[in-house]
């Protein structure tokens, strides 16, 4: 009855090795690669603790076992202290961390935001991160503060661009992070990004952003992420500097980064606070722990609030990168299983402010689908939200290309009776010859949907319907949809299942 013309079912994404970086899994823009760096191979997505050689709450040496495979350390407080400059200049600085796995190193960007000022030029510190052999080095950025003026921005933005390509040329062996300023304006970020590939990093490092996810301005986080995603090559490494909280990671990975710097897990300790993947506790609030890690099973958090305070710092320290690693781990396993969206779904309700953020991918659907996998294993309904995953938009879009022999159709919103089409929320059309495949056939749906659910099939249904202007078309729907069914175009008409009375609609806005 139908010619099935359905599309491919692949997505064309540029070649998505380079020599020092290789995905081996994919799902929504997320990845799981392989990261070469001249101390050995790192699995990302995953979190480089930061180390404070000067006040080591848990030494470097002791971070394996938690999970860590790449440290970050600060090469500007190493270089101000004449006794570390000099062990890392003499023993190299994996040598003064007493580790092999591979660092990162920064370059006091942190202390120009924090101070307003560094005593250090960036050739300086760039040639002294290549000396002591850093995996990874990152030139002397200036972090311009959110919603600075538009000057400010650019001239920063300019100076940095001149310090990344000064930083290229004094690298060595290391590779090179570059990074992505502009402050909270847009073009300037996407600007940012373009110069910086003009450079040609190993990395890309998004930069300026801990003032906004202090003070939970997570969407323009996403937004600036997504902005840059959408300038640099498809296969970049992407570090988000300062995201050390579980509660964003798989946001972050969703939308494509890969390398996250914690120093969260050391001060939220020192302060009482007990992370989790949604959300911070005060230690003083709790009176059981919501986790089975080594600590947690060890101790109770009256047993901690009784110790002294730097011990219950480290030990604090500890739970907060166990939960950490174990979150990275959860969401690889997701990616593995193509349920990153579900995954993410479910983080962004542990904050309102996460949640309004996520659903701004729906301005973003196009990029989106760019390089989310189009085949998956299912695909679970979790909120509205899950109506802006490009599998939706794809679907509808793929739907437009069967070809209807048919001059009579009928389209029903009951699967129990027969039909040529039928009409499921969020999809819109689904050819009946398809109602067992992916996405439809894979899906899990509550009867009850959010309003946005209709709308989005209804948008859907026009465009079908628009692209068939030569076919008559029975539209058999319960009442639920009646009231979405506005502006229909004339060779349609309508049967209310509930009524079953025939409802015209040509030329009506009911």
Request: with cysteine; proline share 6%; aromatic share 8%.
């Amino acid at each position: 009855m139908f010619i099935l013309a359905y599309g491919s079912i692949f997505i064309n994404i540029p070649s998505t090795s380079t020599m020092n970086f290789e995905i081996t899994a994919k799902d929504v823009m997320g990845r799981i690669g392989k990261l070469k760096t001249p101390h050995g191979i790192v699995e990302t997505p995953t979190i480089m603790p930061v180390i404070n050689p000067n006040i080591e709450l848990i030494p470097a040496g002791d971070m394996e076992k938690f999970g860590t495979q790449i440290l970050i350390t600060n090469a500007y407080v190493i270089y101000r202290n004449p006794n570390l400059r000099e062990n890392a200049l003499e023993k190299g600085i994996h040598g003064l961390l007493d580790v092999e796995i591979p660092i990162m190193t920064d370059s006091g960007s942190y202390q120009l935001m924090i101070y307003g000022d560094v005593e250090i030029e960036n050739e300086e510190i760039v040639k002294f991160q290549a000396e002591v052999g850093s995996d990874i080095i990152v030139p002397l950025d200036i972090p311009t503060p959110p919603d600075s003026d538009y000057d400010t921005a650019l001239k920063d933005l300019m100076i940095t661009v001149e310090r990344e390509r000064e930083a290229k040329k004094f690298k060595g062996n290391s590779l090179l992070a570059l990074p992505i300023q502009g402050s909270t304006h847009i073009d300037l970020r996407r600007k940012s990004a373009e110069e910086a590939v003009k450079v040609g990093g190993d990395l890309y490092a998004i930069g300026g952003l801990v003032p906004l996810m202090d003070t939970y301005r997570f969407q323009d986080v996403i937004k600036i992420i997504l902005e840059v995603k959408s300038i640099l090559p498809s296969n970049a490494v992407v570090h988000l500097f300062g995201a050390g909280h579980p509660m964003i990671f798989s946001l972050a990975v969703a939308l494509g980064c890969d390398l996250f710097d914690s120093a969260a897990y050391a001060l939220y300790a020192r302060d009482d606070r007990y992370l989790t993947p949604n959300g911070t506790k005060k230690l003083e609030e709790l009176h059981y722990f919501p986790c089975s890690c080594p600590v947690c099973m060890r101790y109770t958090p009256e047993e901690l609030k009784k110790m002294e305070k730097d011990e219950r710092a480290r030990i604090l320290a500890e739970h907060n990168l166990y939960v950490s690693f174990e979150e990275i781990r959860r969401i690889k396993q997701a990616i593995k299983e193509n349920t990153l969206f579900e995954l993410v779904e479910s983080r962004i309700r542990s904050h309102p402010n996460l949640l309004g953020a996520w659903r701004l991918i729906r301005d973003y659907r196009d990029l989106l689908d760019e390089y989310d996998p189009s085949i998956k294993s299912s695909f679970f309904y979790t909120g509205v939200e899950s109506c802006y995953r490009p599998t939706v938009k794809r679907h509808q879009e793929r739907v437009l290309n069967v070809e209807i022999e048919k001059d009579y159709v009928t389209i029903s919103s009951d699967e129990g009776e027969l039909a040529d089409f039928y009409l499921k929320a969020p999809f819109g059309v689904v050819p009946a010859e398809m109602m067992e495949s992916y996405p439809v056939g894979h899906s899990e749906i509550p009867e009850s949907l959010e309003e946005e659910a209709y709308r989005i099939a209804v948008e859907g249904l026009l465009k079908f319907l628009l692209s068939n202007p030569s076919k008559r078309f029975l539209l058999r729907v319960d009442s639920r949809w009646i009231e979405h069914l506005n502006n229909l175009p004339n060779n349609v008409v309508v049967e209310c299942l509930d009524r079953r009375g025939d409802l015209d609609l040509q030329g009506l806005d009911t």
